[in-house]
């Protein structure tokens, strides 16, 4: 099927109002990378390096976070440590600061 021009025209506009309604979302974090590695991060924070970490205790994870930049609730959301991608609510890195309380 060929695409003339006005069939692009109609395309795009749709196409576009799909990304913003959701289509599109940041990737997540990758554990792999070197900022996660350096900072500790894992997707679940039962599973953090505790040996490594020995700042971790009980009950710390994303969604408690400072830099936590979602809503209550939301099951993932950007972190400024990890620009362009998202952290999974319950995971956690060494960068963990306490939201403090409203």
Do not use: H, N
């Not at 099927?1 to 069939?7: G, H, W």
């Not at 959701?22 to 040996?51: C, F, H, I, N």
């Not at 209550?72 to 999974?88: E, S």
């Amino acid at each position: 099927m060929q695409t003339t021009r006005r069939r692009f025209i109609r395309i795009v506009p749709a196409a576009g109002a799909a990304l913003l309604a959701g289509g599109a979302r940041a990737a997540m974090v990758d554990e792999a990378s070197p900022q996660a590695r350096a900072l500790g991060y894992v997707a679940d924070a039962a599973r953090a390096d505790k040996s490594r970490f020995k700042q971790y205790a009980a009950g710390q994870r994303c969604t408690v976070c400072a830099l936590w930049q979602g809503r209550p609730g939301d099951a993932v959301a950007a972190c400024p440590l990890f620009p362009g991608t998202q952290v999974d609510a319950r995971g956690w890195c060494s960068a963990f600061a306490k939201r403090p309380a409203s």
